[in-house]
């Protein structure tokens, strides 16, 4: 990891430039239970729109079914949550501590550990499949993940179709790991599913 800038996480898991929009979507991870793995996601709410407040009020539990049939038909009663949200313009918005366990990757495993929640931090890109990202998230998240490896024992960065494969499909094929990798200044060693 290079030395370049990094975002400051302070003693409760907080990170001090994010904006904060506490989820009740958490609990705490397992006894001796560390973040070791970050899981980069997509979403956009409706599917392929960006830019709305539906994705914070899903994690808060404020999402309005009745407003989109999509909602309708897959959101209701649903409790998720996830660290941060990086936005289309970059703007990084935190919804549990680090030192917490969000509800970000349901039923995963990753190298035959299951439960991806306990030891991950979970990372949405506002975004879909088909879309590639902005600039603007790739730096975010560059600096995001140099705060997080300097303040936890991250050792992989892997996407949530990585950890539930054939259940999930994101990043996506438009998310380029090269790219985070090389701007965030991670070898390849903490990308175990990219390696060949």
Request: with cysteine.
């Amino acid at each position: 990891m290079s030395g370049a800038r990094f975002l400051s996480i302070d003693a409760n898991g907080w990170v001090r430039d994010a904006r904060h929009a506490p989820s009740p979507n958490f609990e705490a991870r397992p006894a001796g239970a560390v973040p070791t793995l970050v899981v980069v996601h997509n979403i956009s709410l409706p599917p392929g729109e960006f830019g709305g407040d539906a994705i914070e009020a899903l994690f808060l539990n404020r999402l309005d079914c009745d407003a989109h049939p999509y909602y309708q038909a897959h959101l209701r009663d649903v409790r998720v949550s996830a660290h941060f949200l990086i936005r289309r313009d970059g703007e990084l918005v935190q919804f549990v501590s680090c030192d917490e366990r969000a509800w970000h990757a349901g039923t995963s495993e990753f190298f035959g550990r299951p439960r991806c929640n306990d030891f991950s931090i979970g990372i949405e890109l506002e975004g879909a499949d088909d879309v590639p990202f902005e600039a603007a998230q790739y730096a975010t998240l560059g600096t995001l993940a140099r705060g997080l490896a300097t303040r936890y024992p991250v050792d992989a960065f892997a996407g949530h179709s990585d950890v539930a494969p054939g259940r999930k499909t994101d990043p996506g094929p438009h998310f380029d790991w090269q790219r985070f990798a090389s701007d965030a200044g991670f070898s390849a060693e903490y990308f175990p599913f990219r390696q060949h």
